[in-house]
């Protein structure tokens, strides 16, 4: 009696996964997502979009063995490694584990799959297609991602497989290949993708990197990465000190850097079908009682850059890992905190404003 | 001074050893459980680590009894250490998260338990297993020495325990801090020193006054350890409720309050996105919700939330703690005088299952404000019964709310299989689940309707502008984020292959994934460990068993080997089963009733009074009693038949938890189980002694062995029990293979005492 009726249980649970999967194809067939809410624009089915004449800027140097160069080049300054502004000097070619407590040059992923929840230009139907790496060199106390970049959980894998990686998220259906706190593993990306090349990859790639990068290698990206998506997370050098492992030279060293992507890819701009396939897209996260300097970026950012870059103030922060060790950090932003920063971003003529930005202004 | 007026003294020091024992273990389980946010498996560890220290103590240390010439000197000597210790552990104990280098608020893994809580223990229970063998030995030397003053030692100390037990239920939780607690323990025993020692008691009171000077101000020790626990936060409130322990942190008009060390509630500025999304996108998915209920952490935003829907008539609230919103609006802002004093809510201090269980109205939404099943407590807002219970109480197209533990960055296998388990578990009692993937939290809905699946941008964000809803982060925009096509998909291939696993009360698989989830990210050196543990079923103990005993017990009964080991090892499997029962009680008291910080000393002195009963009967028919091993199996077999019934009384009585008498009265159920558990596993140990000293002459020796054994299988009990057999395997899981385990030790120890009579017989020719 007991058995037949958990038997029958799991037949209806069997049948009401069934039900789920048949409404939400269906339900796949015939929406359409068309809301113009802020006058950004919208976009369509994913068959017909840009990306499909799309050549990706990596393609050139692929073809012309250059690719292969660079990441030779990125490889061997593992030997004392430079690869991000720490130069922390670790012989990860002979195993060492550097600031970043990256071990070697063992590649570590936390995880790859399309995401829906980045900028809606990275997004558009199909998603953008994240590979999370492991392990960071900036390493902030109020990391959200402390799991992965603090304790380093992923697992390890081969150049090869991360080719493989990027080249099933394009499969997938994915607008791009979104690579997450690469900074560490340039080297090893730039080897990655250029097999993934060679073997039919076409999508732009979305360098995702807390903004915190050195001139000197990301001279070495000219050409390769087709969107830069860098963090300006403070402005203030004693505050990127305080918060993230002695980094003072985060200022600085990140206004160089934007400015530098910024020569190398331009303005994002939208295609017609409201995807982004070049240019950069800076993050800015706002913190509790104006830690992060947000004004004096905004007006950075006015200053220096074209009014149309693409700017996504963020209003997500939350104390994590570490955050409750420092008490004017222990806790989320207020509503005034977030719409003085987008309202002062407005006056200075930012025009390129993340649409979900407008959340908070009524 | 007479003999007997010395063994009245040492009577009531053995006492006061049995009295500390429990308030020092209860007290520093407590300490401990603040510093591991809560969670109830590490009991299992924490009272391990008591048991196999407390063996060593009794064992090793216990043994020098035989060779030390003045005994009682050193007997209060190691009381006096022993009073110096306890305060000691419970300030480092307050100041292990910063030693730990753990932040507030940050989880810590199963290995830092392991050895913090070991060495917080070490001083403490060794001195304290060391005072019960030296008791034993000086009692003995001033009685006949024989089996029987073992047993009467036995009796003083547990007596010792339930008074301390019921002692810390009702006089020293509500009132007392810890420091008082440990400071009022130590006196006692300096006290017993006096009494002891009346020649050099000078040098006592000497060492009591420097004792008074630096243990005097509690207070101030108190005060200090929390600031540094805190530290550097600022810490306006630290108090103990009967539900756990709730601590209040203030920066600039902002509070936070943590309770066992998470934290729960941030105003005024609360997690705007988090509770928007979890508020908001439930209620937009409904087209009409006017009756609500929440089932704990809806103060602090999430009523205010809703109270935003113009639709809602009312919310009815369940919030265990009374203490928490009493909390709440002594440290008053905008946010929580808004939406606590609003008419349409009506708090309700009680359980949130005994609320949705009384329930006769139907509500529109039933939002569980428990973020994931990180203890049993929990759990129970995520297992089948409890879906089975919120299906009823919902209107036809009612849904269900709550979220777990979810990532877009790191998808490990715990966290996989904790959503799965969890998914699977609702779809068997609601036909439509939907869940929305989010950094953070996975949003589940549930309904017996499938408007929740057909919903999409258009349809809420005419909702929106239909409510006039103001909320910062639900917006048109954000809501496509959220609920954007491509997450469905996303969510089925997450959990794809993973566990299918029924979280249930009994069976709490949800606690287990939740564990590992978070010991994976701490120490990833468990990660292989627990994922091996999940495959763990009962066939493969069953399998384990047998292989064993077709491996070993051919060699017992040609009598080969291991002679005279059947008593002691059979001690070890009682002190296993004592423990499990121990712990399946107060698990079962923490599923049932939600609740049993309050009731830990309570279930943990019943179980004592049991073993001591069952002692003090069996000791005071010694002298009558002929075929001391008979007696013994029978005893053990009983014990097997009692661990095999436990589980049925649940499975007999749980169709009657609907009625609400017969619901509350069942504690008394749980307390007499206990008693009844004791009992058994109490009578066991004099007649070990017996038994053995008709061979060994060694009283402290053999005292100390069993005692050491029963603590020893009692660790194993706590580890075994408490982090693999209960979380893995369920309450009747556990059972099983307590029984099983105890069975074959009966078997071993059958096919073997043969040889220990033949050679008795050989001794005696």
């Known amino acids: ?362 | 001074m007479s003999g007997g007026f010395m063994k009245n003294r040492i009577s009531i020091a053995i006492f006061a050893t049995g009295f500390s024992g429990i308030v020092g273990q209860v007290l520093l389980l407590r300490e401990l459980l603040i510093v591991f946010s809560g969670n109830e498996f590490s009991i299992g560890i924490i009272l391990a680590n008591w048991l196999i220290l407390e063996a060593f103590g009794s064992f090793v240390l216990g043994k020098k009894a035989e060779k030390t010439k003045n005994l009682i000197v050193t007997y209060a000597a190691i009381a006096c250490i022993f009073s110096f210790a306890l305060p000691s552990m419970v300030y480092i104990t307050r100041i292990l998260r910063p030693i730990l280098g753990y932040s507030i608020g940050e989880g810590v893994g199963v290995l830092p338990i392991l050895y913090s809580s070991f060495l917080i223990l070490l001083p403490v229970s060794v001195l304290h297993g060391s005072l019960f063998t030296f008791g034993c030995k000086v009692y003995s030397t001033l009685s006949e020495a024989d089996a029987a003053s073992i047993g009467r030692a036995y009796v003083y100390e547990t007596a010792g325990t339930i008074t301390g037990g019921i002692v810390w239920s009702f006089l020293l939780i509500p009132y007392l801090h810890s420091f008082y607690i440990s400071v009022g323990v130590s006196a006692i025993n300096f006290l017993v020193c006096v009494l002891l020692l009346p020649n050099i008691c000078t040098l006592l009171f000497f060492s009591l006054g420097v004792y008074s000077i630096v243990a005097g101000p509690a207070d101030y020790l108190h005060q200090r350890s929390i600031k540094a626990q805190w530290s550097p936060q600022d810490l306006v409130y630290y108090g103990n409720t009967k539900y756990g322990n709730i601590s209040v942190l203030h920066k600039d008009g902002q509070y936070t309050f943590f309770l066992d060390g998470t934290p729960q509630i941030d105003v005024p500025v609360p997690d705007i996105i988090a509770i928007e999304e979890f508020v908001h996108l439930p209620m937009l998915s409904h087209p009409d919700p006017k009756e609500l209920l929440i089932l704990g952490g809806g103060a602090g935003g999430v009523i205010n939330e809703i109270l935003k829907h113009p639709s809602v008539e009312s919310i009815d609230y369940a919030e265990l703690d009374p203490k928490l919103i009493e909390l709440v609006e002594l440290f008053p802002t905008d946010l929580t005088e808004r939406e606590l004093k609003d008419p349409r809510v009506t708090i309700k201090h009680i359980d949130g299952r005994l609320f949705l269980r009384m329930a006769d109205t139907g509500y529109d939404s039933i939002f569980v404000g428990f973020s994931e099943p990180s203890d049993l407590q929990t759990n129970r807002f995520f297992t089948h019964e409890f879906f089975t219970l919120a299906r009823k109480r919902l209107k036809e197209d009612g849904i269900l709310v709550f979220g777990l533990p979810g990532s877009l960055t790191y998808l490990s296998e715990e966290l996989k299989n904790l959503n799965s388990s969890v998914f699977h578990t609702l779809h068997m009692v609601f036909p439509y689940v939907r869940v929305i993937p989010g950094d953070g939290t996975n949003l589940f809905l549930a309904s017996a309707s499938s408007a929740i699946l057909l919903l999409d941008t258009p349809r809420l964000a005419e909702r929106v502008t239909k409510r006039n809803l103001k909320a910062h982060a639900i917006v048109p925009r954000n809501i496509e984020n959220k609920l954007h096509p491509g997450w469905t998909d996303w969510f089925l291939q997450f959990t794809e292959g993973s566990s299918g696993k029924i979280n249930s009360d009994f069976s709490p698989a949800g606690v287990f994934y939740t564990i590992s989830h978070w010991n994976a990210l701490y120490s990833s050196l468990f990660q292989s460990f627990f994922q091996t543990l999940e495959k763990l079923n009962l066939k493969m103990v069953g399998l384990c068993f047998i292989v064993l005993s077709a491996l070993i017990l051919p060699f017992r009964i040609k009598g080969v080997c291991f002679s005279g080991s059947g008593i002691p090892l059979c001690m070890v499997t009682t002190g296993f089963a004592g423990m499990i029962f121990d712990l399946a009680l107060i698990f079962t008291f923490q599923v049932i009733y939600g609740y049993v910080f309050a009731w830990l000393g309570l279930l943990i002195a019943c179980f004592m009074t049991g073993t001591a009963f069952g002692a003090m009967i069996i000791t005071s028919l010694l002298s009558r009693i002929r075929d001391e091993v008979k007696l013994f199996r029978i005893l053990d077999l009983s014990i097997i038949l009692f661990t095999l019934l436990l589980p049925l009384v649940f499975l007999l009585c749980r169709p009657y938890f609907d009625k609400p008498v017969l619901f509350l009265s069942f504690r008394l159920v749980i307390l007499f189980l206990g008693f009844a558990g004791g009992l058994l596993v109490g009578s066991q140990f004099p007649l070990a002694n017996r038994i053995y000293l008709k061979e060994h002459r060694n009283i402290a020796r053999t005292a100390g062995l069993f005692y050491g054994a029963d603590l020893l299988g009692g660790w194993f009990g706590g580890l075994a029990g408490g982090v693999i057999l209960l979380p893995v395997l369920g309450f009747f899981g556990t059972c099983l293979t307590a029984a099983l385990l105890k069975i074959f030790v009966f078997l071993f120890m059958v096919s073997g005492p043969e040889r220990i009579k033949s050679r008795k017989e050989g001794l005696v020719q």
């Open chain 1, 1 to 362: 009696m007991k058995v037949a009726e958990m038997k029958g249980r799991k037949l209806y649970g069997v049948f009401a996964i069934a039900v789920v999967l048949l409404y939400t194809s269906a339900g796949g067939n015939n929406e359409q997502i068309t809301v113009p809410v802020d006058g950004s624009p919208e976009y369509e089915q994913a068959d017909d979009h840009d990306t499909v004449n799309f050549e990706p800027a990596y393609l050139k140097l692929h073809r012309s063995g250059e690719l292969k160069e660079r990441a030779e080049k990125l490889w061997s300054m593992m030997g004392e490694c430079s690869l991000c502004p720490r130069e922390c000097g670790a012989n990860r070619l002979g195993g060492a584990t550097g600031f970043c407590r990256s071990k070697g040059t063992s590649l570590y992923v936390s995880s790859s799959f399309p995401h829906f929840g980045e900028e809606r230009p990275l997004v558009g139907r199909g998603g953008s297609g994240t590979i999370f790496f492991a392990n960071c060199g900036l390493r902030c106390v109020f990391c959200q991602n402390y799991e992965i970049s603090h304790l380093g959980r992923g697992t390890t894998v081969s150049i090869e497989d991360l080719a493989d990686m990027m080249l099933a998220l394009q499969r997938r259906g994915c607008h791009n290949i979104n690579l997450v706190t690469p900074t560490h593993y340039a080297a090893h990306i730039l080897k990655a993708l250029d097999i993934a090349a060679g073997k039919g990859l076409r999508l732009p790639i979305v360098y995702n990197t807390a903004g915190w990068e050195r001139l000197e290698i990301l001279r070495l990206f000219d050409g390769v990465v087709d969107i830069y998506l860098p963090d300006f997370k403070y402005w203030d050098s004693a505050m990127a000190d305080r918060y993230s492992a002695g980094a003072g030279s985060y200022p600085g060293i990140t206004s160089e850097a934007i400015l530098e992507m910024h020569r190398q890819v331009g303005v994002a701009r939208p295609g017609k079908d409201g995807l982004v396939s070049r240019g950069l897209m800076i993050r800015h996260l706002v913190m509790p009682v104006d830690v992060s300097g947000s004004f004096k970026i905004m007006e950075w950012i006015a200053e220096n850059l074209p009014k149309d870059t693409y700017v996504n103030i963020m209003a997500q922060y939350r104390p994590a890992y570490k955050a409750y060790d420092y008490p004017e950090i222990s806790r989320t932003i207020t509503a005034e905190e977030y719409s003085a920063v987008v309202a002062r971003a407005r006056d200075l003529g930012l025009t390129n404003l993340d649409s979900r930005t407008f959340w908070w202004l009524d």
